[in-house]
């Protein structure tokens, strides 16, 4: 592997640090203004951060509209953030960004969610990988087909469907083609943005398992994205809480999912469906539904303990060591 | 529930898709009885046929239906005019789609379509039936529904769309109402809300329900019975308590054994091997047997038929519990 | 880039060759009739200088007006010459203008609205309104500025068309990269760190390119009436070179006692239609099929 970026590193033990990260959308950008041609400004993130330590997995929750998947692709590149910074083992990703990065992979990469769009259809799973191996120079062109066979193994794809082209894979096959894509590079973290949302219960416990071995194997730092508390809970060793693009809950996974303090945090522990067999009597246990953020706390117009002092939005503080809360009311 | 004639009768259903790769039998001698009342779950992941199943009940699979019975309240079906089968729709069976965005007209009004609805049904005049409308729109729950009644479709998020469609669905007072994913493409809080709207409709008007879903979390809570379907067939049958105390059928145990809520932090998820079956090449004999570790040489011949009038029963020749 | 190892290439090639094989097969009857229409017409072209039994320019006034049969089997016209030697002359230059007419815009307005659908902004705000402007301006007129700085002929209506027609191309293309840029694929080739020029040309344009290629099969057909048409006004083919619009204005003044002078070159005019539009139904048909989801 070369990577003329690798710099000695800086006294810092997080692997990926977001400080203050914020995203805006809309507005008029550029030669617009001169037209006059002014989308209102949305804020689909404001003033996240968070940490993850090396090898760590980091799960960001939260439902339709909360600003995760913005997260993840401001992380990679794909959307530019107005505010904060990102930085990968102390440095800042927005310096590295524009000046000499032609032919540099990406050290961060990203698995998607969509597994009949996340390939291109005129590829073959061999053509797919082969065409990132060569394109970075990551093994000499006469290693390239072993490389290919090697990354198929990783992921756990028999050799045999070297040829197969995407609409010729089932779905569970194609997030295996896709992670083993963003693994190629070498990537230090990966941000998976709903890898498994779109596959069946069966083939999701296969993804599952497979990230599961992969970290420990590869020793990857993971962002994983999900709406789905279960799998967050499973893969993750740290969760964020987000709602309407602003994090309410932080903390350890076994913290944040048995003693949530965020009453967000745990209507959506309570709204998820359980393997119980037993009908259901309760009232849902949040009304309304998320739709723009009020001043003060977001959630106050949901939220069941919501009081006065809600009216100006809570900090993230800690309650204790590693598990922060913004909330006025947080539970004991 | 009581023992009267069954509400729902569907023996032996098959509906075929002709393709240009060939055909493909996308339900395969499904049967199902139901009860007046009775609330039913069934399960599967993509390609099992429970879409189409409830499609072909509708009369609305686009695949060549047969049955050797499918009877609506004692009438049959298939003997039925085609006036007969457009009052069994929206009257005797309704149904509920997975995407509420697609389920209503964006040119129309929410009223529109509500109270045109409510009038062909109901045979109303307008000022009656948009009455009609807004109590039905404020029974799911819609907030100031008589203001809102004039707002079109894309002005309403996907939670209250949903629950508009449930108002469509119910303006006919239906006495079955299938609802297919109804809560797949919504968030987790408003999934919950649904599901407990949805439990409430069905208690307050004794209308029986099968809820179509690939969570069995979802169909844990709002059911009493389970079908279990795989490939076109289904698999196994059992109360819900049943199911998840005593699953018999292989499958059935890998797909608890799959689902993230079963294993605790840090537990390894014990997931189904193998790839979800080509309904194109499917073989003879049990369509899981390629991904069964019990499968034995019996099972790649012939198919394990259900004994759909049983309360517990696997479509399996090597059940887990020989408990029945 | 890389560089790619001898044997590796023939891999390469081999698998190009299964692949085309593969391609072929898979096409609908529609796609092969007209495939094969439009090359038994091409053959016929080229090898009109064998096949033709006359030289297409010769006048022979002890053979005029004969109608079809014998030795002249499409008959002879006001002035002797052969209309089946004429014909097939013509579709050498129809074809072949048609065909430049064609997909000479097309590859750079596919590669223009390609690029400015993928980048979005400034470049497609300018891009836009090129062609916005090129798009408002009346084809004939250019026509007639053109002839008019250079004369009537061939050129002018290139230089007329390569102008103006890129912009259907690049409106087509454009469209379909903005729905293809959003794409996770598109943006995992993003976050791989590919060029923009690899992203575009190599994952974009591939799936974008398909309703250019079943437009431009129309829009052959309509270069070659242009082409008649124009030569039909005067303003294009000068006679006596053989053309078919220019065939067909030439009989008109003899339709009714040698309807063969008109009417034959017409039929060429329609085969070949004909065969351009069965190609494009084809392949309309083809890539809505590879985009219908699994398989």
Same mark, same amino acid.
């Given at each position: 592997?070369?990577?003329?970026?690798?710099?000695?590193?800086?006294?810092?033990?997080?692997?990926?640090?977001?400080?203050?990260?914020?995203?805006?959308?809309?507005?008029? +950008?550029?030669?617009?203004?001169?037209?006059?041609?002014?989308?209102?400004?949305?804020?689909?993130?404001?003033?996240?951060?968070?940490?993850?330590?090396?090898?760590?997995?980091?799960?960001?929750?939260?439902?339709?509209?909360?600003?995760?998947?913005?997260?993840?692709?401001?992380?990679?590149?794909?959307?530019?953030?107005?505010?904060?910074?990102?930085?990968?083992?102390?440095?800042?990703?927005?310096?590295?960004?524009?000046?000499?990065?032609?032919?540099?992979?990406?050290?961060?990469?990203?698995?998607?969610?969509?597994?009949?769009?996340?390939?291109?259809?005129?590829?073959?799973?061999?053509?797919?990988?082969?065409?990132?191996?060569?394109?970075?120079?990551?093994?000499?062109?006469?290693?390239?087909?072993?490389?290919?066979?090697?990354?198929?193994?990783?992921?756990?794809?028999?050799?045999?469907?070297?040829?197969?082209?995407?609409?010729?894979?089932?779905?569970?096959?194609?997030?295996?083609?896709?992670?083993?894509?963003?693994?190629?590079?070498?990537?230090?973290?990966?941000?998976?943005?709903?890898?498994?949302?779109?596959?069946?219960?069966?083939?999701?416990?296969?993804?599952?398992?497979?990230?599961?071995?992969?970290?420990?194997?590869?020793?990857?730092?993971?962002?994983?994205?999900?709406?789905?508390?279960?799998?967050?809970?499973?893969?993750?060793?740290?969760?964020?809480?987000?709602?309407?693009?602003?994090?309410?809950?932080?903390?350890?996974?076994?913290?944040?999912?048995?003693?949530?303090?965020?009453?967000?945090?745990?209507?959506?522990?309570?709204?998820?469906?359980?393997?119980?067999?037993?009908?259901?009597?309760?009232?849902?246990?949040?009304?309304?539904? +998320?739709?723009?953020?009020?001043?003060?706390?977001?959630?106050?117009?949901?939220?069941?303990?919501?009081?006065?002092?809600?009216?100006?939005?809570?900090?993230?503080?800690?309650?204790?060591? +590693?598990?922060?809360?913004?909330?006025?009311?947080?539970?004991? | 529930?009581?023992?009267?004639?069954?509400?729902?009768?569907?023996?032996?259903?098959?509906?075929?898709?002709?393709?240009?790769?060939?055909?493909?039998?996308?339900?395969?001698?499904?049967?199902?009885?139901?009860?007046?009342?009775?609330?039913?779950?069934?399960?599967?992941?993509?390609?099992?046929?429970?879409?189409?199943?409830?499609?072909?009940?509708?009369?609305?699979?686009?695949?060549?239906?047969?049955?050797?019975?499918?009877?609506?309240?004692?009438?049959?079906?298939?003997?039925?005019?085609?006036?007969?089968?457009?009052?069994?729709?929206?009257?005797?069976?309704?149904?509920?789609?997975?995407?509420?965005?697609?389920?209503?007209?964006?040119?129309?009004?929410?009223?529109?379509?509500?109270?045109?609805?409510?009038?062909?049904?109901?045979?109303?005049?307008?000022?009656?039936?948009?009455?009609?409308?807004?109590?039905?729109?404020?029974?799911?729950?819609?907030?100031?529904?008589?203001?809102?009644?004039?707002?079109?479709?894309?002005?309403?998020?996907?939670?209250?769309?949903?629950?508009?469609?449930?108002?469509?669905?119910?303006?006919?007072?239906?006495?079955?109402?299938?609802? #297919?994913?109804?809560?797949?493409?919504?968030?987790?809080?408003?999934?919950?809300?649904?599901?407990?709207?949805?439990?409430?409709?069905?208690?307050?008007?004794?209308?029986?329900?099968?809820?179509?879903?690939?969570?069995?979390?979802?169909?844990?809570?709002?059911?009493?019975?389970?079908?279990?379907?795989?490939?076109?067939?289904?698999?196994?049958?059992?109360?819900?308590?049943?199911?998840?105390?005593?699953?018999?059928?292989?499958?059935?145990?890998?797909?608890?054994?799959?689902?993230?809520?079963?294993?605790?932090?840090?537990?390894?998820?014990?997931?189904?091997?193998?790839?979800?079956? #080509?309904?194109?090449?499917?073989?003879?004999?049990?369509?899981?047997?390629?991904?069964?570790?019990?499968?034995?040489?019996?099972?790649?011949?012939?198919?394990?038929?259900?004994?759909?009038?049983?309360?517990?029963?696997?479509?399996?020749?090597?059940?887990?519990?020989?408990?029945? | 880039?890389?560089?790619?190892?001898?044997?590796?290439?023939?891999?390469?090639?081999?698998?190009?060759?299964?692949?085309?094989?593969?391609?072929?097969?898979?096409?609908?009857?529609?796609?092969?009739?007209?495939?094969?229409?439009?090359?038994?017409?091409?053959?016929? =072209?080229?090898?009109?200088?064998?096949?033709?039994?006359?030289?297409?320019?010769? @006048?022979?006034?002890?053979?005029?007006?004969?109608?079809?049969?014998?030795?002249?089997?499409?008959?002879?016209?006001?002035?002797? !010459?052969?209309?089946?030697?004429?014909?097939?002359?013509? =579709?050498?230059?129809?074809?072949?203008?048609?065909?430049?007419?064609?997909?000479?815009?097309?590859?750079?307005?596919?590669?223009?609205?390609?690029?400015?659908?993928?980048?979005?902004?400034?470049?497609?705000?300018?891009?836009?309104?090129?062609?916005?402007?090129?798009?408002?301006?009346?084809?004939?007129?250019?026509?007639?500025?053109?002839?008019?700085?250079?004369?009537?002929?061939?050129?002018?209506?290139?230089?007329?068309?390569?102008?103006?027609?890129?912009?259907?191309?690049? !409106?087509?293309?454009?469209?379909?990269?903005?729905?293809?840029?959003?794409?996770?694929?598109?943006?995992?080739? !993003?976050?791989?760190?590919?060029?923009?020029? !690899?992203?575009?040309?190599?994952?974009?344009?591939?799936?974008?390119?398909?309703?250019?290629?079943?437009?431009?099969?129309?829009?052959?057909?309509?270069?070659?009436?242009?082409?008649?048409?124009?030569?039909?006004?005067?303003?294009?083919? @000068?006679?006596?070179?053989?053309?078919?619009?220019?065939?067909?204005?030439?009989?008109?003044?003899?339709?009714?006692?040698?309807?063969?002078?008109?009417?034959?070159?017409?039929?060429?005019?329609?085969?070949?239609?004909?065969?351009?539009?069965?190609?494009?139904?084809?392949?309309?048909?083809?890539?809505?099929?590879?985009?219908?989801?699994?398989?």
């Amino acid at each position: 592997m070369t990577n003329s970026l690798s710099s000695p590193p800086v006294t810092a033990p997080a692997r990926l640090a977001v400080e203050r990260l914020t995203v805006e959308f809309g507005g008029g +950008g550029g030669w617009r203004r001169l037209g006059g041609v002014r989308a209102p400004i949305v804020r689909a993130v404001d003033d996240v951060s968070f940490a993850i330590a090396p090898g760590e997995t980091l799960g960001l929750v939260g439902e339709s509209g909360s600003g995760k998947t913005t997260v993840g692709r401001a992380l990679v590149g794909l959307v530019r953030p107005t505010g904060g910074s990102l930085m990968l083992d102390g440095q800042d990703l927005s310096a590295i960004g524009r000046a000499g990065r032609r032919g540099v992979p990406r050290r961060i990469q990203m698995m998607f969610q969509d597994p009949y769009g996340s390939l291109n259809p005129r590829f073959s799973v061999r053509e797919t990988l082969a065409e990132v191996l060569r394109f970075h120079h990551i093994v000499p062109p006469d290693g390239v087909a072993a490389e290919v066979r090697r990354m198929m193994d990783l992921v756990g794809l028999p050799a045999s469907l070297a040829d197969r082209m995407p609409r010729h894979l089932s779905g569970g096959q194609r997030q295996r083609v896709g992670l083993a894509r963003a693994l190629a590079v070498r990537p230090s973290v990966l941000v998976l943005d709903e890898p498994v949302a779109a596959l069946d219960v069966s083939i999701q416990a296969q993804v599952l398992n497979l990230l599961q071995d992969l970290r420990d194997t590869l020793d990857l730092t993971m962002l994983f994205i999900a709406h789905e508390l279960g799998v967050v809970r499973y893969v993750s060793d740290k969760v964020a809480v987000m709602y309407l693009g602003a994090v309410m809950e932080t903390g350890s996974a076994a913290e944040v999912f048995t003693r949530p303090a965020h009453p967000y945090t745990r209507s959506l522990l309570d709204a998820m469906p359980h393997l119980i067999a037993d009908k259901r009597s309760r009232p849902p246990v949040l009304g309304g539904e +998320g739709g723009e953020a009020a001043s003060g706390c977001r959630f106050r117009a949901r939220c069941p303990r919501a009081g006065d002092a809600c009216a100006v939005a809570p900090p993230l503080v800690e309650l204790s060591a +590693g598990h922060g809360v913004a909330c006025h009311f947080p539970a004991a | 529930m009581n023992g009267a004639s069954p509400l729902l009768e569907i023996e032996d259903l098959s509906v075929v898709f002709h393709t240009r790769s060939g055909p493909v039998l996308a339900n395969d001698g499904v049967s199902l009885t139901l009860r007046a009342g009775e609330t039913l779950g069934i399960v599967g992941e993509s390609g099992s046929g429970k879409s189409v199943f409830c499609r072909a009940i509708l009369g609305l699979a686009k695949g060549e239906v047969r049955a050797r019975r499918m009877a609506f309240d004692g009438r049959d079906i298939a003997a039925m005019s085609r006036s007969e089968k457009q009052a069994l729709r929206g009257r005797g069976i309704a149904m509920v789609f997975q995407s509420p965005m697609s389920s209503l007209d964006p040119v129309w009004t929410i009223g529109d379509q509500l109270v045109e609805t409510v009038r062909h049904h109901k045979g109303l005049d307008r000022a009656g039936a948009r009455r009609a409308a807004i109590a039905l729109l404020d029974r799911v729950g819609i907030q100031s529904a008589a203001r809102r009644l004039d707002d079109y479709p894309h002005q309403w998020s996907g939670g209250m769309l949903q629950r508009a469609v449930i108002a469509l669905a119910l303006a006919g007072e239906p006495r079955l109402m299938l609802a #297919d994913e109804p809560t797949t493409a919504l968030d987790v809080t408003i999934q919950d809300q649904i599901l407990a709207l949805l439990t409430e409709l069905q208690r307050e008007t004794g209308m029986a329900l099968v809820l179509v879903s690939h969570d069995l979390g979802v169909i844990a809570e709002t059911v009493d019975r389970v079908a279990v379907m795989y490939a076109g067939r289904i698999v196994e049958t059992a109360s819900v308590r049943h199911l998840f105390e005593r699953p018999a059928h292989p499958y059935t145990v890998g797909l608890l054994g799959s689902m993230v809520g079963a294993a605790g932090q840090g537990e390894r998820l014990r997931p189904i091997p193998g790839q979800p079956p #080509d309904l194109h090449h499917l073989g003879t004999g049990c369509a899981f047997a390629p991904r069964c570790s019990r499968a034995g040489d019996d099972c790649h011949r012939a198919v394990p038929r259900i004994d759909p009038a049983a309360a517990h029963d696997a479509a399996c020749l090597f059940p887990m519990e020989a408990e029945r | 880039m890389s560089t790619v190892a001898a044997g590796e290439e023939g891999v390469m090639a081999a698998g190009l060759g299964r692949r085309l094989a593969r391609e072929v097969a898979s096409w609908s009857v529609t796609l092969k009739l007209g495939a094969v229409l439009l090359a038994l017409i091409a053959l016929a =072209a080229l090898m009109a200088p064998w096949i033709a039994p006359f030289d297409p320019e010769a @006048q022979d006034y002890d053979a005029i007006l004969l109608p079809p049969g014998g030795v002249h089997l499409f008959g002879t016209d006001n002035v002797g !010459r052969d209309i089946f030697s004429r014909v097939l002359y013509a =579709a050498r230059l129809d074809l072949s203008a048609g065909f430049a007419l064609t997909f000479v815009p097309m590859i750079y307005g596919v590669l223009i609205g390609a690029y400015a659908g993928y980048r979005g902004g400034l470049v497609d705000a300018v891009v836009g309104g090129i062609a916005n402007v090129a798009i408002a301006f009346p084809f004939l007129v250019m026509i007639v500025v053109v002839v008019a700085v250079i004369g009537p002929g061939i050129d002018a209506i290139y230089i007329s068309v390569f102008l103006l027609a890129w912009t259907m191309y690049a !409106r087509l293309a454009r469209a379909d990269m903005m729905v293809e840029r959003a794409k996770d694929y598109m943006l995992a080739a !993003r976050v791989l760190g590919f060029s923009t020029k !690899r992203i575009v040309l190599r994952h974009g344009l591939p799936n974008v390119v398909g309703s250019s290629l079943v437009f431009a099969m129309s829009d052959f057909v309509l270069n070659i009436l242009l082409l008649s048409g124009l030569s039909f006004i005067g303003l294009g083919i @000068q006679p006596p070179t053989p053309e078919w619009g220019a065939m067909i204005a030439e009989g008109k003044e003899f339709i009714l006692e040698a309807w063969w002078i008109s009417t034959l070159p017409g039929l060429a005019v329609v085969l070949t239609g004909t065969a351009l539009s069965l190609i494009g139904d084809g392949l309309a048909r083809r890539f809505s099929d590879r985009h219908g989801g699994p398989a």
